[in-house]
């Protein structure tokens, strides 16, 4: 009995375990089935955000491409336009020159004919010059027969005698052959005035005076320039260089005779086009910013001269203004080249003749720190130099080697003369130096000391860069009529002897003043 209930129980509690494993088996399946379905949905939410994601990345990397396309093909629009202008005037040009050509040959027909005309002529004239001159030694020898007188003696005479009238004659025949000149000469001269232009370079002003700045398309001019020019009317007022806008293709002018301000102005333009935002109080700010850059940058090539050169214990003043030698240039030779190789030449001179090769070296390199200062005094740049170079502490024999270069002042010391010497061989090689400016000046002091040596002068001024010649004259030596015979005379001189470009006006003037002290 008790076994079988037992085994009842048994059987019961077997029986309600698969069920409840059924069942539990059941749940699961149901979960997965949920899960799976809740993967799935998931997966096709973020299949269709990759999906947009990717479809926005396209478009954009479309529309970036078609952006650069266009841009491409506007700068190709360009060059074929430019391209088409150079054609259209090479044919122009080359049409012209088929006209000249063509010209040119109907001229040289004409030439020719008038050049047999012109030899038969010459051969009639021959002829009759031969009977003229028979003619006159008949005349010659009836005239000496008459008058008792020879040929010589009666020349004299008649020269002598005809002399004075013929120079008041000259005179009066003189005006007006210039007056005519003037009127008819007038647009061919222009003409070959602005050939010349064309045709003769320019490096020496541009080197000295302007600086080329390069931009990437034209389009960039009109931000520079700003609405209504203020823009560029802040730079030039921030930086003191003249900023020239014109037609020239892809470049900006910048002008200014101090080399730093242009510098300034150059790096400064590039930060702001760099940059893209061009507006008054960007200028101001990006200006002063560039001038403390510059700055440092004149400090840095001092001191890296200085040490390249193996000189120490430089006043830092001095050094910065052996730095602000690299933008200046002397006749065209740069100024800090032509120190370092003076200082070099110095120190190899030195050490030949026995004496201390640095400070030969020093004084070679300070020699021309006149021509830097920060002020302009009116001083030759040999005493300026010497005296910065005794105010920062210079050695008594260095200072007399700057002021003696130029023979301002007496040599004291050995390097003195190894200086001058030095200065003279680095500006004396061939290709240092364009002596444009020098010989200039030696033509305007040529000009006034030839017009000075006639008699009644008593000052002469060469103005307008020596296109006129004013002389002033004593009144009481000479009157109305040698003024104006001394005008041609001193004219017919330089004309003679000397070499000039263009035209020079004499202005002869004569005035008689009165005066009297009331008291």
Known sequence: ???????????????????????????????????IKESETEGEVIKK????????????????????????????ANLENKLKQRESSLNQRRDELQRKVKDFEVKKKDVDAIRENLNHQ???????????EKLHKQQVDQLEEISGLSADEAKSQLV?????????????????????????????????????????????????????????????KGRIIGREGRNIRALEAATGVEIIVDDTPEAIVLSAFD??????????????????????????????????????????????????????????ELIRMIGKMKYRSSYGQ????HSRETANLCAIMASELGLNPKRAKRAGLLHDIGKVPDDEPELPHAILGMKLAEKF??????????????????????????VQVCDAISGARPGARREAVESYINRLKELESMALSHPGVLKTYAIQAGRELRVIVGSEKINDKEAEQLSYDI???????????GQIKVTVIRETRAVNYAK
């Open 393 to 418: 502490k210079e050695k008594p024999d260095i200072c007399n080697a700057i002021g003696a270069h130029h023979d301002e002042v007496e040599m004291t010391s050995l390097i003195a003369p190894i």
């Open 334 to 337: 740069n100024l800090l080249q």
């Open 491 to 501: 004219a017919k001189q330089i004309q003679d002897e000397m070499t000039y470009p």
């Open 49 to 76: 955000d990759k999906m947009l994601q990717a479809k926005e990345k396209f478009l954009q990397l479309k529309s970036e491409h078609e952006k650069y396309i266009n841009e491409k093909n506007g700068k190709i």
């Open 160 to 220: 002598e005698s005809m002399k004075n009238e013929a120079k008041t004659e000259a005179m009066s025949y003189i005006q007006e052959i210039m007056d005519e000149a003037k009127l008819t000469a007038n647009k061919e001269a222009k003409k070959v005035v602005v050939k010349t232009i064309q045709r003769v370079a320019t490096e020496t002003a541009m080197e000295n005076s302007v600086t080329i700045f390069h931009i990437e398309s034209d389009e960039i």
């Open 122 to 132: 010459l051969e009639v004239l021959e002829v009759k010059n031969e009977e003229l």
């Open 1 to 35: 009995m008790e076994w079988t209930m037992i085994v009842s129980v048994l059987t019961a509690f077997a029986g309600g375990g698969a069920i409840s494993y059924f069942l539990w088996d059941s749940a699961l399946k149901k979960k997965r089935v949920r899960i």
């Open 259 to 316: 080399p730093v301000r242009r510098e300034i102005a150059r790096l400064a333009l590039h930060q702001l086009v760099t940059d893209g935002r061009i507006h008054p109080a960007r200028i101001e700010e990006v200006v002063n910013k560039v001038k403390k850059q510059v700055e440092e940058e004149i400090i840095e090539t001092g001191k890296r001269t200085c040490i390249d050169l193996g000189i120490h214990g430089v006043h830092p």
